[in-house]
């Protein structure tokens, strides 16, 4: 959901792991902000911290703490920005930034540390890359807009498309993506559809999803090595980067104590900024690969989209 979020402070420091000083006016450019430290060529270009925060561990250390002490660019109010995720963007004016860390670590006791004795910036501080540049002044506002990852499932089976019975392991993916998301504390938006094993409209479902933005593609069903079983030589040529490492996990690992897991020939791989996952049509299964899945995406997310912060 979009909020507003006003700009209490915009802040400056020429030397890593010093306090910033509050400035008049910033303006922001493609590699952060001018006459900053910390712009450059990397995902922490600028960083923001909510007065909130501030104001909460001022009280806690009986101490005045103004903007820019915990070493962050844009001091905000009206919205706890840790709260963000990996891709959430701030917008206002004609500046664009994108969430690319949430808190970091400190390796070192800095200035920051000396002055306040508990910096928070490594646990309500977040840290942006610039979208689109422009100048900021005190009393701007920008509007939070979160990500919303976008999944298809796509159910592939001859009589479920025809309706002789009721598909289980699509609605089944979409159960545990929901579960996943909301644990998470991320937005999202899942969509269903059932299709026959046939080749053609499956690759023209891919070419629709992909240029509609979804992020995230999984599909059920022909994975096994029967005449009618097509996923995985339909997506295979059309991968840009395969995966292959995902799955040959899942099927060593439950083949352990079922050997027909070995079988499959699931699939797991990228077209363009998607990431595309062939699992095999039981709920059984769907639930074991989803397991191991889920935790990677996150990770993959960030790495699809040049997020180097591991």
């Not at 660019?73 to 009206?78: A, E, L, P, V």
């Not at 995720?85 to 917008?91: E, G, H």
């Not at 080749?199 to 994975?223: C, K, M, Q, R, V």
């Amino acid at each position: 959901m979009e909020q507003f979020i006003d700009i209490i402070s915009v802040n400056i420091s020429a030397e890593k792991g010093t306090v910033k000083k509050p400035v008049p006016e910033i303006t922001i450019t493609g590699t952060g902000i001018a006459g900053d430290v910390h712009a450059g060529h990397w995902h922490r270009q600028v960083s923001l911290l909510a007065s909130e925060s501030i104001q909460a561990a001022a009280e806690k250390a009986a101490a005045d703490f103004p903007p820019g002490i915990f070493a962050e660019n844009i001091t905000t109010r009206g919205f706890p920005v840790h709260k963000a995720r990996i891709l959430d963007r701030f917008a206002g004016k004609n500046i664009e930034l994108e969430v690319t860390q949430i808190g970091k670590e400190c390796h070192t006791q800095c200035e920051i540390s000396r002055k306040t004795g508990n910096c928070i910036m490594p646990i309500e501080g977040i840290f942006c890359r610039v979208i689109t540049g422009g100048k900021m002044v005190p009393g701007d506002k920008m509007i939070y807009k979160p990500f919303v990852f976008r999944s298809k499932v796509i159910t592939l089976s001859d009589r479920a498309a025809k309706g002789i019975y009721s598909d289980r392991s699509g609605p089944e993916v979409k159960r545990i993506l929901e579960g996943f998301f909301k644990n998470q504390e991320r937005h999202f938006a899942i969509d269903n559809t059932i299709i026959p094993d046939n080749p053609s409209e499956l690759e023209h479902i891919l070419d629709e999803s992909i240029s509609d933005g979804y992020h995230a593609i999984f599909t059920t069903g022909s994975t096994g090595v029967g005449p009618q079983d097509i996923a995985p030589d339909v997506l295979k040529p059309l991968f840009d980067k395969e995966i292959p490492g995902i799955m040959d996990h899942i099927r060593l690992k439950y083949g352990q104590t079922n050997p027909n897991a070995l079988i499959s020939r699931s699939v797991a791989g990228t077209i363009d900024k998607t990431m595309i996952f062939a699992l095999p049509g039981s709920v059984k299964a769907v639930k074991e690969y989803m397991t191991e899945i889920t935790p990677l995406l996150e990770h993959l997310l960030r790495m699809i989209h040049s997020i180097d912060n591991h």
